[in-house]
């Protein structure tokens, strides 16, 4: 009993702290992910120069956004041009050289410790062409100390370093004491070169949760197997994942539809449903701030047919009368691939009285499909009772144009990072048309993500691309405003026929 008791508490600890870890690593990463698209926002509104006005517009986007503290407009060599806020110039202890900072996977970002008086600094660089870069400096502030429970917050500190050793942030209640006996807790970003740390002495560990022993043996001495089964729930009770089983479990977890349009029409033709955490006081979590942890942590099962769930009884008048209309949903591999799935898949939705071949699944490029050959055979299976399979995100991810063509989808869904580029790009034209014929040689469609522009759907169109989704019709919306949308659009669409109609007759 003792020893079962004990061992279980040890691994309890253990699984929690490399949780918490992983929380820092994907908040950093997600800090990451945030400088790049403001930085890639400030490319495509024109606003890479040192021109007054639009150092004005930069700081206004700065001041807008609390993690970003700076934006500089640097030379290829990562010298610097001018920055936002010049006077931060004078804060700095030093620059490195690109030389020395460190690409991110992709190779499309360079990360960099900025020293700076007053604490240091996390520097993201992003070529723009033309011989230059943009850099967001973003603050690394305590806020990642926040996850740690209370009762470790003296006896432990969170660090974030860079994968040369940089530190970028360590942050401790009391930044003096050194810990005796101090265990580590460290994960590694694959995307970028991060690495989080939780370090917390040994001596907390005996301790803490130690009010989970006696009960933990008793349990075991009675009950034998009941025992992991009890204790689990004890250890389920605090920390980020006890959140998410919460809220799965009082149903917080909500789909958000966004259009898929016609780009020669803007006609509807269907809808992504997206997560949103709805919480109890009213404020709506993005996904990134919870599906990362929801994969980690084996939510995102239940979490993704929760959602398909709700969305297939929202929108199922609709799907009913429109047997054209497609519902699009997001699905990891490892949930794809996993045992059930197809079967779980085909009971949701012949439950909810709706046509499989309305349902398309959109898997992430992002993550490895490590067995191409048995993800083939699923996707198969899913096409076989009539589902649609589309790759999400293509162009960012892992597949090589062989797995494009291996895994044998319906769709291939072009990464907004294209769409963004199409009107400033020459490259960027010549991929989207090498993919628009790619997918026409595997007999597939293609949908663009991330339209905000007429001028996009214009280039997109002159690419060959049929449909897209994107802001300029509308961003995620809540069923009831969805719905709305909808009416309106086909009121317009009827007043619109008859002059259409009238026009052809002539
Ligand atoms: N496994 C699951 N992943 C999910 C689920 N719900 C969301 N996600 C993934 O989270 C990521 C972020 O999603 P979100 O914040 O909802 O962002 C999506 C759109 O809102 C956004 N978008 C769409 N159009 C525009 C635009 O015109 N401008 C602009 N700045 N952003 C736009 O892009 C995201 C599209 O997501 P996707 O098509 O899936 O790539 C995202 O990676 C989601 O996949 C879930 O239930 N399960």
């Known amino acids: 009993g003792h020893i079962a008791a004990t061992r279980f508490i040890r691994d309890q600890q253990t699984r929690q702290l490399d949780e918490l870890t992983e929380v820092v690593l994907r908040r950093s990463e997600f800090a ?16 890479a120069t040192c021109a007054p006005a639009s150092l004005q517009a930069i700081r206004l986007h700065v001041y807008q956004r609390s993690a970003v503290k700076d934006v500089r407009l640097v030379n290829s060599d990562g010298s610097v041009i001018c920055s936002a806020y010049s006077e931060t110039l004078e804060f700095d ?11 991110s996977r ?3 970002l360079m990360l960099f410790r900025v020293e700076q008086f007053g604490g240091d600094a996390l520097g993201v660089l992003r070529d723009i062409g033309d011989d230059k870069a943009l850099v967001a400096i973003l603050g690394i502030n305590s806020s990642l100390f926040d996850i740690m429970p209370a009762e470790l917050r003296a006896h432990g500190e969170v660090l974030l370093a860079l994968k040369n050793g940089a530190q ?80 799965l479990a009082r149903g917080e977890f909500k789909p958000y539809f966004q259009p898929i349009f016609d780009l020669h029409t803007g006609e509807i033709r269907g809808c992504e449903i997206l997560a949103r955490w709805l919480r109890e006081d009213g404020t709506v979590v993005p996904p990134m701030n919870f599906i990362p942890l929801a994969e980690s942590s084996g939510r995102i099962e239940a979490m993704t047919w929760q959602l398909l769930g ?91 144009l062989s797995r494009l063509k291996g895994l044998g989808a319906n769709t291939i869904k072009i990464d907004k990072f294209f769409v963004d580029t199409i009107t400033v790009d020459a490259s960027t034209t010549t991929i989207v048309e090498m993919l628009v014929a790619l997918a026409r040689d595997f007999h597939m469609t293609v949908v663009a993500e991330g339209v905000e522009t007429e001028e996009q759907v214009r280039a997109l169109i002159s690419c060959g691309v049929e449909e897209g989704q994107g802001y ?13 949308l909808m009416v309106s659009r086909r009121a317009a669409s009827a007043a619109a026929a008859p002059a259409r109609d009238s026009a052809l007759v002539a």
């Open 93 to 103: 202890k030093g620059w490195v050289d690109r030389a020395d900072m460190l690409a």
């Open 472 to 484: 300029l019709v509308a961003a995620p919306l809540p069923f009831a405003k969805f719905s709305e």
């Open 106 to 108: 992709d190779s499309k």
């Open 310 to 400: 709700r969305a297939l009884a929202d929108l199922q008048p609709h799907l009913k009368a429109d047997k054209d209309f497609k519902l699009s949903f997001n699905v990891v591999p490892k949930h794809m691939l996993g045992a059930g799935f197809v079967e779980t898949l085909r009971s949701t939705v012949a439950a909810a009285r709706v046509s499989a071949r309305q349902i398309v699944l959109e898997v992430t490029e992002r993550d490895e499909l490590d067995d191409l050959a048995r993800a083939a055979a699923v996707v198969g299976e899913l096409r076989d009772y009539g589902f649609r399979v589309a790759i999400d995100d293509v162009g960012v991810g892992h597949s090589g």
């Open 168 to 247: 970028l942030g360590e942050f401790a209640l009391d930044a003096d004491k050194t810990l005796a006996h101090p265990i580590d807790f460290e994960k590694s970003s694959a995307r970028y070169p991060l690495r989080a740390v939780i370090r917390i002495d040994r001596s907390v560990l005996s301790t803490w949760n130690s009010d989970v022993y006696w009960p933990a043996m008793a349990v075991a001495l009675a009950l034998g197997a009941l025992f992991g089964v009890l204790l689990s729930r004890t250890r389920r009770m605090e920390g980020p994942v006890a959140d998410l089983d919460r809220a």
């Open 32 to 47: 990451v992910d945030f400088a790049t698209a403001s930085l890639d926002e400030l490319a495509s509104r024109g606003l």
